[in-house]
């Protein structure tokens, strides 16, 4: 009676098994009608988890691409569709979600999910297949892959690590009365670490004395005592990189306390969002950020406003950053850049399109876009802007030109400097 | 080390020290009293910070107010939760690992359902108070702080008068040691557990409030939360009010004082550290029964 | 019972098999991920389902695993089953260590305890510069695959290595007087020291071993993914696959985490590739409060009870 109990179990455990087995099978199988008309562009990306408002966002401004795209005829005359998975800001997940997309969907295209943690898992996958691989937001991904056919969007520049903080040291440096002193902050996660190690290499460029270099952990309910000891090292450059629940304490910190510095921001994510902006208000008067898209006169490309307008429609109710300043541009305009290649050159030759694309300026939302040998963009177009003459509790000002004042890159200045920052 | 920094960075410790009290509270009622390892907790503070978040959108109500005025609904719910909890598993004798599962379970489904309503964008609130500092001579009272700090040690010693001077206080704190004992003296015991649940699900309201005071919040905040939270009550010891804000306050000041003087990197390791050598030492904590 | 050595091999071969004949790559990824859930379940049950201390800190095992992984390969650049080796030594001699730990704390202290020393590691690895910090680490996915056709084939078949041994090995302690000890630590540990169970040295072997595979586990992790941070490999999520994989099968006896692993883990990656988005969240959440509240001893407890109700009705003839 014994063995029987145990067979039974066995077998019905053998049995839910197969079945899910079955199941699974049934559902990848690919259909045997070829969807032969339209051209599918695949990826994945964050809609859940800690980078779902990028995510979400992007994503309204890729279909808004598409939509666009396929009113003009689409690309090489086929409408184009896209085939997404939601990878829940969790790497393990993209490179099965990417090898679906190239196996079963059979995608003809894909570009990349957001940030450097779920851009880098897909990158064997598209590296074996010698795909072209347009990337959105990640930093210095390609140091390691050094792979020819890789193109990044966020305008960092040829050494991104580097190239992120420069205009920040540019701008100090360039001041007449000098800073001598700087202090480093980070928040441990990969972007904040990333941006402030490329800081303390332009620090003792320049010839800084760096006063205090710490980190903080992510997520810090409390950051005080942080702003405090920065405080007490009396260093006249504040450069910091957080993330938004960090960007928020530390600036709402630096104003109880009364932090005085000659400049402070630098590499803080978060103060490009609407919610934040709006909530921090006054707050941050003078401080010095970087960014990569707002509304002054020196950056209204051609298409970039009617876009905004497309966007910030689409975006009403579905819970994401309502003006879609930061991201949303290059979520378009890295769109914009593979369609452009694929109808130029005609054909779905990845070798071709990455040629192309290395050997071309192109014309997007974000002002003319050429990348560089690592597909890094051939010059940094990251801002350094300066928040203005801000009040509380006030969303409209920063639609209008003069709240995000653009100091660096000199080709798209919009004003001077207030210096020192308090 | 300089003394004036040295101060601020002890005064800076007690004041989230007190709004860590304000979050352990609730976790300090249901692990020490009623035995049930609700790992939900945090999440139910971010609950209430929404809730807050709503209020203070659409009427305007400070967010302490609307904390406030919450909490007796988060309190239903927290004696709701009771009833379903002890009908599926204190009935049947499978606490322990199950109810364990259960409420990671709900801790998972109340983020997602945060997250479907609201997305994932931060929230925050605004507040006269939030952004002024008060200074009394060389020492900083920043009153996003301290106002969060004000309400969760008043709650605090509010829930420590109400368990040992009124009957319904002392019939929980009761209840956990002698349940025979308890109806022998004409109190339901299952009643009693209700309104212990409920009074700790209350108290998230309140806590989640006072968290979208001091920082944005979406809905994985909670997540950072569930060690410390935990931390804070084993420190302070099983069953004693009084010990979880002590430990409250002690690990605040420690954070404050690794955070300024050596790093705030180190700052979990250190409050982590000194519970693993309080478990090791003496593991009913600071304050609780033996 | 002693015809059981024919299962794993007929696993292994039927793995084997599928590598050679599947092309489609998908598989092998989403098998990876499953697999990995079932190792983790399975070592978790041994601790947890058979001797009743519940861990919370899987995250921790498996991080210190990937982690070891990730030093080694830097500094000596040596091959992925050495490095599987020493990131099971590495693990169980923490698991070890947590085995002591039973000795001053039971119950939920345990278990907060284990939360405690992952969040200690979780600290320390996010200060050691070396494996990169909380910048992150890029593990190169390496050109040569052995005779596969592609190295997460490779990967596959490792993890289905290990896999079969720490189920073969949950089963080996399960049937065993080890396994009986455990039972009886897990139901009454007063009363199982008195007597004369060895106590102390039976969860030392269990806690062991719970570390053992977990860092198995972890050490193929940064292969797979090419890019580790503190972050995403001390994750939330697999502590909770790790409980209630084996929750959902059962978790008194040694295949109920497979059952678990594979109806949790099959369920997971299906919606990440059809209805995607925030289900996959709400799924766990839900499937673990249903399973919890409706078939509190996992499916295994289900068919048990179905089983048993048959007979008793049969028998009432």
Request: proline share 4%; net charge positive; charged share 15%.
């Amino acid at each position: 009676m014994f063995t029987n109990f145990v067979m039974k179990r066995r077998l019905v455990a053998l049995g839910g098994m197969l079945a899910a087995a079955l199941f699974l099978a049934q559902i990848f199988t690919p259909t045997t009608t070829r969807a032969a008309e339209p051209l599918k562009i695949g990826f994945s990306m964050a809609l859940t988890g800690a980078l779902a408002g990028a995510g979400k966002a992007a994503l309204i401004a890729m279909e808004i691409w598409r939509a666009d795209v396929n009113k003009a005829g689409g690309l090489l005359g086929r409408q184009v569709e896209f085939v997404y998975y939601d990878d829940a800001t969790s790497p393990s997940k993209v490179p099965g979600i990417y090898t679906k997309l190239l196996n079963v969907d059979k995608v003809d295209l894909v570009v990349s999910s957001y940030g450097t943690n779920e851009i880098s898992p897909a990158m064997p996958i598209v590296m074996r297949k010698g795909l072209v691989f347009m990337s959105l937001f990640g930093l210095a991904v390609n140091e390691r892959f050094n792979y020819d056919r890789y193109f990044q969007i966020m305008p960092a520049g040829p050494v991104p690590k580097e190239d992120w903080s420069r205009g920040f040291f540019d701008l100090a440096m360039a001041q007449g009365d000098k800073p001598k002193t700087i202090a480093l902050l980070a928040e441990d996660a990969e972007f904040a670490r990333n941006a402030v190690s490329g800081a303390r290499i332009n620090a003792k460029k320049v010839g800084l004395n760096i006063v205090y270099d710490k980190t903080f952990p992510f997520g810090s309910s409390d950051l005080t005592p942080v702003i405090r000891a920065i405080k007490s090292s009396g260093a006249d450059l504040v450069y910091i990189g957080s993330y938004p629940h960090g960007s928020v304490g530390l600036v709402k910190a630096a104003n109880e306390l009364g932090l005085k510095a000659k400049m402070f921001g630098g590499g803080m994510v978060g103060l490009q969002f609407a919610a934040i902006q709006k909530n921090l208000g006054p707050l941050l008067n003078n401080v010095v950020n970087y960014d990569f898209w707002v509304p002054e006169p020196t950056l209204k490309f051609e298409g970039v406003e009617a876009f905004l307008a497309k966007y910030q429609a689409a975006a009403k109710g579905k819970k994401v950053d309502p003006l879609g300043h930061y991201l949303p541009p290059y979520a378009y305009a890295y769109m914009q850049i593979l369609g452009q290649a694929v109808n130029k050159v005609g054909s779905l030759d990845q070798k071709a399109i990455a040629e192309h694309i290395h050997a071309t300026t192109f014309k997007t939302v974000v002002g003319n876009v050429s990348f560089g040998k690592n597909g890094e963009w051939a010059q940094t177009r990251t801002l350094q802007v300066q928040f203005r003459d801000l009040k509380p509790n006030n969303l409209d000002q920063f639609t209008k030109a003069g709240s995000r004042v653009v100091l660096y890159p000199k080709s798209v200045k919009s004003g001077e400097i207030v210096y020192p920052y308090k | 080390m300089s003394g004036e920094l040295l101060i601020n960075a002890v005064v800076s410790g007690l004041l989230i020290g007190g709004f860590y009290a304000a979050v352990a509270l609730g976790l300090s009622i249901t692990f020490g009293y009623l035995e049930i390892v609700n790992i939900a907790h945090p999440t139910f503070v971010i609950f209430g910070s929404y809730v807050t978040y709503i209020i203070n959108l659409n009427f305007g109500l400070d967010p302490v107010i609307s904390g406030l005025v919450f909490a007796p609904v988060f309190f239903i719910l927290g004696m709701a939760l009771y009833r379903f909890y002890y009908t599926s598993f204190e009935k049947a004798g499978q606490e322990s690992l199950n109810g364990l599962a259960f409420f990671f379970g709900l801790m998972f489904t109340i983020e997602v359902l945060l997250i479907l309503v609201y997305g994932v964008d931060y929230r925050l609130v605004n507040a006269p108070y939030i952004g002024e500092t008060w200074h009394i001579g060389f020492v900083d009272f920043p009153l996003r702080l301290t106002v969060p700090f004000v309400i969760g040690t008043t709650m605090a010693l509010g829930v420590y008068f109400f368990l040992s001077k009124t009957f319904l206080g002392r019939a929980i704190k009761a209840v956990s040691q002698d349940r025979l004992a308890l109806q022998l003296m004409g109190a339901d015991p299952i009643k009693v557990k209700q309104y212990a649940l409920g009074i700790a699900i209350a108290t998230a309201a309140v806590a989640g409030s006072l968290l979208i005071i001091i920082g944005p919040v979406e809905p994985s905040v909670g997540r950072l939360y569930i060690g410390r939270v935990f931390a804070i009550v084993v420190l302070g010891g099983m069953g004693s009010v009084g010990g979880t804000l002590t430990a409250a306050l002690l690990i605040g000041v420690i954070e404050s004082f690794v955070a300024t003087f050596y790093g705030p990197s180190w700052a979990p390791a250190v409050s982590f550290g000194l519970l693993f050598v309080t478990l090791a030492l003496r593991p009913q904590g600071m304050f609780g029964r033996a | 019972m002693r015809k059981f050595w024919m299962v794993p091999v007929a696993v292994f071969v039927a793995g084997l098999l599928l590598t050679e004949s599947l092309d489609n790559e998908f598989y092998f990824f989403a098998g990876y991920v499953i697999l990995q859930g079932l190792i983790m379940g399975t070592a978790w049950n041994i601790l947890g389902g058979f001797t009743g201390y519940v861990n919370f800190g899987s995250a921790g095992f498996f991080a210190v695993g990937a982690y070891t992984s990730i030093a080694l390969n830097k500094a000596y650049a040596l091959p992925l089953p050495i490095l599987i080796l020493a990131s099971g030594l590495v693990c169980g001699i923490i698991g070890l260590g947590a085995g002591y730990l039973t000795l001053r704390l039971k119950g939920i202290y345990f278990a907060i305890s284990t939360l405690a020393m992952a969040i200690v590691f979780e600290t320390f690895i996010n200060n050691w510069e070396y494996v990169g910090g909380a910048s992150g680490a890029y593990i190169l996915t390496p050109a040569d695959s052995l005779f596969f056709s592609s190295y997460v084939e490779l990967l596959f078949m490792v993890m289905l290595i290990i896999a079969i041994a720490a189920v073969c090995f949950a089963r080996y302690l399960a049937v065993s007087r080890i396994g009986q000890g455990l039972t009886a630590i897990r139901d009454d540990e007063l009363a199982a020291e008195c007597m004369g169970v060895p106590t102390l040295r039976l969860k030392l072997i269990s806690a062991t071993a719970m570390g053992v595979f977990m860092g198995m586990a972890g050490a193929p992790y940064p292969f797979f993914v090419t890019f580790v941070d503190p972050l995403s490999a001390f994750s939330l999520f697999i502590a909770v696959n790790s409980i209630a994989m084996p929750l959902i099968g059962g978790t008194k006896v040694w295949y109920g985490p497979v059952i678990g692993a594979l109806i949790l883990g099959l369920t997971q990656e299906i919606t990440t590739v059809t209805i995607s988005s925030e289900l996959n969240l709400l799924i766990v959440g839900v499937v673990l409060i249903g399973f919890i509240t409706l078939a509190p001893a996992g499916i295994v407890g289900l068919v048990q009870d179905f089983n048993r109700k048959r007979l008793r009705a049969k028998a009432g003839d």
